[in-house]
């Protein structure tokens, strides 16, 4: 992985964190280097009566930032769309391909888009979390890529960029083709966690339950201990 520049791309400030934050850290370990890009403002994350949105969203935006710098990050980038109300449209597209534009990643991860809910773990997706998934791989291929998209892109001097693979994080067992081993990097994924503190009300809870999940994928790649897993896309020319 060195030199390798990643993007990964959200709806929620901690949705990195839980999905694939022991891979970018060991990537980054592995001379990577990886950005994040948060879309939405995360100002409804918060069941606290008397919490106003504006000053969620400036938590959870330093939040983010605290936990980055944890796993060794270079840059967030916020896409500040309204939490709860993403949409995989020309507007969000436009952000992404601007982002991947300048940064020019090799690899993108994101939310794998086709999970709707997961009946074995009482999982319901998030809506901004399908949205978020959508507009990424759409603007992977072909937004990103096309000379033709966005031509206010091209006079800003944003050139066309070829994505070379995507990562879709996902809680299904269907498709799944590739797990990166975590063992050396869970503590890492555990402590940028932390940061959200205005997420949780008993972190040591939390914290025993991305021990058991990374374990139960770990079992599923049949490799290793603690591990996370992607649908990977090697996409063509």
Request: charged fraction near 30%; charge should be negative; proline fraction near 3%.
């Amino acid at each position: 992985m060195k030199d390798k520049i990643i993007l990964a791309v959200s709806a929620h400030e901690d949705d990195l964190e839980f999905g694939c934050s022991g891979t970018i850290s060991k990537w980054i370990k592995e001379g990577a280097i990886a950005y994040y890009l948060i879309l939405t403002d995360g100002s409804r994350g918060s069941n606290i009566e008397g919490t106003k949105s504006r000053d969620l969203a400036k938590i959870r935006a330093s939040e983010e930032q605290n936990a980055a710098k944890v796993l060794g990050v270079k840059e967030v980038f916020f896409g500040h769309f309204k939490d709860g109300e993403l949409k995989d449209n020309d507007e969000v597209r436009e952000k992404i391909v601007r982002i991947i534009r300048t940064i020019k990643p090799d690899i993108v991860i994101t939310m794998d888009p086709k999970i709707l809910y997961n009946a074995e773990f009482g999982y319901i997706n998030h809506p901004d979390h399908i949205e978020a998934g959508k507009a990424t791989m759409f603007s992977v291929f072909p937004y990103s890529r096309n000379l033709m998209s966005y031509p206010e892109l091209l006079k800003e001097g944003l050139e066309p960029h070829k994505v070379k693979e995507l990562y879709l994080v996902s809680f299904d067992r269907d498709g799944l083709n590739t797990f990166i081993d975590i063992n050396d990097t869970l503590e890492l994924k555990i402590e940028a966690l932390k940061q959200h503190k205005s997420q949780y009300d008993n972190f040591e809870n939390l914290k025993s339950h991305i021990m058991m999940m990374s374990e139960m994928v770990g079992r599923e790649s049949r490799k290793y201990k603690y591990a996370e897993a992607f649908i990977k896309i090697q996409i063509r020319d």
